[in-house]
């Protein structure tokens, strides 16, 4: 069961670059590192998923270092709509009875103008 | 694509009785999931269902909790006695065969039990 560590909160500036990064010390090898996005009032969404190396979508990118043990989630120059909590889950559902879904506290985001 | 549907999207009621909260997850979506969101306990997951059996019930914190899926496009979430501890939003959440680990969350239920 691999746990994650995460920054309770986070604050920056329109325009800045952000990352957030999770530690993930018992990764195992099948898991997969997925970062989900929640406003308030509403379900937490999904961002970006990866394995390894780097992974980029239209939203955000994904680094992942050679020893998976942590990921970083970057947002390119912010806005103040990014402002929620951004959660780091590890897991492989392939294995339905091995892996348990856990979210854990999240970081909480808050972008100044 | 209507995206994950839960309904009621409020609910209040009061200690002792029965609340049942419903969910119809994206079409062609084979896992299932159920969680409860608190402020001081996060978001916890209750239970997991794949092709409309539970996998994984750790998370359902007592008795007073049940969930079915009797089919592909529903499942409930029952409580019965719900007390005012069960107070908290709920959210139902859906993911495909080919990739279980991009779960789509429903907007949620908010659950008052006084």
């Known amino acids: 069961l691999a746990k994650t560590t995460q920054p309770i909160s986070m604050d920056s500036y329109e325009g800045q670059e952000v990352n957030i990064t999770c530690s993930h010390n018992n990764i195992a090898t099948n898991d997969y590192i997925t970062w989900y996005q929640q406003f308030p009032s509403q379900g937490p969404r999904f961002i970006i998923q990866?394995?390894?190396t780097k992974v980029t979508n239209e939203v955000a990118s994904l680094f992942i270092p050679a020893d998976r043990k942590s990921s970083t989630l970057s947002l390119p120059r912010v806005s103040l709509s990014d402002t929620a909590v951004y959660y780091c889950l590890v897991g492989d559902m392939g294995d339905s009875s091995a892996s348990k879904i856990i979210f854990g506290s999240g970081t909480r985001l808050s972008i100044r103008p | 694509d209507a995206g994950v549907i839960q309904s009621p999207r409020h609910e209040v009621t009061e200690m002792g009785q029965e609340v049942t909260l419903r969910c119809k997850p994206i079409s062609g979506h084979n896992s299932l999931f159920w969680y409860r969101q608190t402020m001081m306990r996060g978001l916890e997951l209750l239970i997991y269902?794949?092709?409309?059996?539970?996998?994984?019930d750790s998370g359902m914190p007592e008795d007073r909790f049940s969930a079915k899926m009797p089919n592909a496009s529903f499942s409930t979430l029952k409580i019965q006695p719900s007390e005012p501890r069960d107070s908290a939003v709920y959210f139902c959440?859906?993911?495909?065969?080919?990739?279980?680990?991009?779960?789509?969350f429903g907007p949620g239920t908010r659950l008052l039990v006084l």
């Open positions: 959440a859906s993911s495909s065969p080919t990739s279980r680990e991009t779960q789509y």
């Open positions: 269902f794949n092709n409309n059996v539970p996998i994984d």
């Open positions: 990866g394995y390894k």
